[in-house]
């Protein structure tokens, strides 16, 4: 398994560009099922989560082209077969979210259950039971969801929790659905209303996405599209977390700094100078060292979850007590171990981690275990004095573009082992 070997100490300072966002490319490229003709996707972004998408999809019969690197083509007329096996979903739970888009297209799917993850059991009952309420005949055996509907019809929906793939699936489906579909207590991520945006750009008619209500008016066939994936948020905040932790100055470009309002609000507590432009933000932190915050998580606007363990990292050298709470997935902790091991005085009560910042963190080899732990071990280790050998890095490569590219642009000493 590859390793990424950091030497750290060394303070960031530079730009780098943002990539598309891994969260609203796997809902759109599920989303190319739905329509009548090829979709042109621009902006997805080289990542292995995108890679086992394509990889399912191609699987499915569904024919996909890289053209010049840049634009993904996908032709959802030659699918022969509408299954999603669980060798697949395994590596990739966001699988689930071809599910509505077969049901709602075809009438048919046979979906693994994508099972837990190190950060918590993430049932998909609120997609089935929103399914269910749409018509659909559904049974659970020998762990897939089997799913059939003559065609769904639309109906009311209230989820009992926010949650943004549960939304994305039954928005998907509905665009298809008999009649009007409502969606209440809808998750309102950016990559919600981007999913919507590429929708519409088919022919969906949808009102109210990135709000916590939303009405489709079901259509009877979409077409082909030319679509933009939006800036990856979650990207973008680790790259200013990373100019913050090392007491540097770092741009990021190509982003949508409106999306990062609740994080941007903590680097400011931390004592970062942000500047804030059109498709740009600049963090200073030069030479300074960071103070500790305070935060909870919670669906957007709030604190991104995807956030957290990035900030249990600036914490961890900050300045003062720092008290983390995580309030939307039960285990999403993993990454206060190997905090620890780099000298971090971190302790986890419950689901709130605590932290009493060092002067400095130590290199050690540490063991990634989640998308976002393995992010949050990056930044400690370019932070910390010393050598940090991140393992089981393919972790990372799920979620980050080029990450020991991007790094190294902003003056990073990090290599990739391959292993
Ligand atoms: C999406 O996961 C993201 N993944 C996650 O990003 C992100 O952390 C999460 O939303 C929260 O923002 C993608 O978009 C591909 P949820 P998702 O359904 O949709 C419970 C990353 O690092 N729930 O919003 O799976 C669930 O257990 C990844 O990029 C049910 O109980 O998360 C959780 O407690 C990690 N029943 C809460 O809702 C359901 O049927 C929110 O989960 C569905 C969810």
């Known amino acids: 398994m590859d390793k990424l070997e950091i030497r750290g100490g060394r303070r960031l300072d530079g730009e780098v560009i943002i990539s598309g966002a891994k969260n609203a490319a796997l809902p759109i490229l599920a989303g190319a099922l739905l329509a009548d003709a090829p979709v042109i996707l621009k902006k997805v972004p080289h990542l292995r989560d995108v890679t086992t998408t394509v990889k399912l999809l191609r699987r499915m019969g569904v024919d996909v082209v890289f053209h010049d690197g840049v634009r993904l083509e996908i032709d959802p007329r030659g699918i022969a077969e509408f299954l999603a096996p669980y060798e697949l979903v395994k590596t990739m739970r966001a699988s689930i979210l071809v599910l509505g888009p ?46 059939r509907a003559s065609r769904l019809k639309g109906t009311r929906i209230v989820l009992d929790t926010v949650s943004v793939t549960g ?25 919600i209303t981007d999913l919507a945006n590429f929708l519409v750009a088919m022919g969906a008619r949808i009102e109210g996405a990135g709000t916590d209500t939303i009405h489709v008016d079901g259509v009877d066939a979409l077409s082909g599209t030319e679509y933009t994936v939006l800036p990856d948020r979650i990207e973008g905040g680790t790259y200013l977390v990373a100019g913050a932790i090392t007491g540097g100055t770092v741009r990021i470009n190509q982003t949508c700094p409106e999306h990062l309002d609740a994080v941007l609000a903590k680097l400011d507590e931390a004592g970062a100078d942000l500047t804030i432009g059109e498709d740009w ?31 249990c990292a600036l914490n961890a050298i900050g300045e003062g007590a720092g008290t983390v709470t995580e309030t939307i997935f039960e285990n999403r902790f993993m990454h206060a171990q190997e905090l620890q091991r780099m000298g971090a005085d971190l302790t986890v009560k419950g689901n709130t981690a605590v932290t009493r910042g060092v002067d400095e963190l130590k290199g050690a080899p540490v063991m990634a275990t989640d998308l976002r732990a393995s992010a949050s071990l ?16 393919y972790h990372i490569d799920r979620g980050y573009e080029c990450i020991e590219e991007k790094l190294s642009q902003l003056g990073a000493d990090i290599r990739r082992i391959p292993g």
Do not use: K
């Open 102 to 147: 077969l049901l709602a297209r075809f009438g048919w799917a046979d979906v693994s259950l994508p099972g837990g993850c190190a950060i918590g059991a993430r049932p998909v009952d609120l997609h089935v039971a929103g399914l269910r309420a749409m018509g659909a005949d559904i049974s659970i055996e020998q762990g897939y969801i089997r799913a």
């Open 167 to 191: 939304t994305e699936n039954l928005l998907m489906a509905a665009v298809l659905a008999r009649g009007e579909t409502v969606i209440e207590n809808a998750a309102r991520e950016p990559e």
């Open 281 to 311: 933000i600049a963090l200073d932190m030069a030479g300074r060292r960071p103070r500790a915050v305070d935060l909870s998580t919670a669906p957007y606007p709030a604190f991104p979850t995807d956030m957290q363990a990035q900030f």
């Open 378 to 393: 990056v930044l400690a280790g370019l932070a910390a004095s010393g050598v940090t050998i991140v393992d089981r890095i």
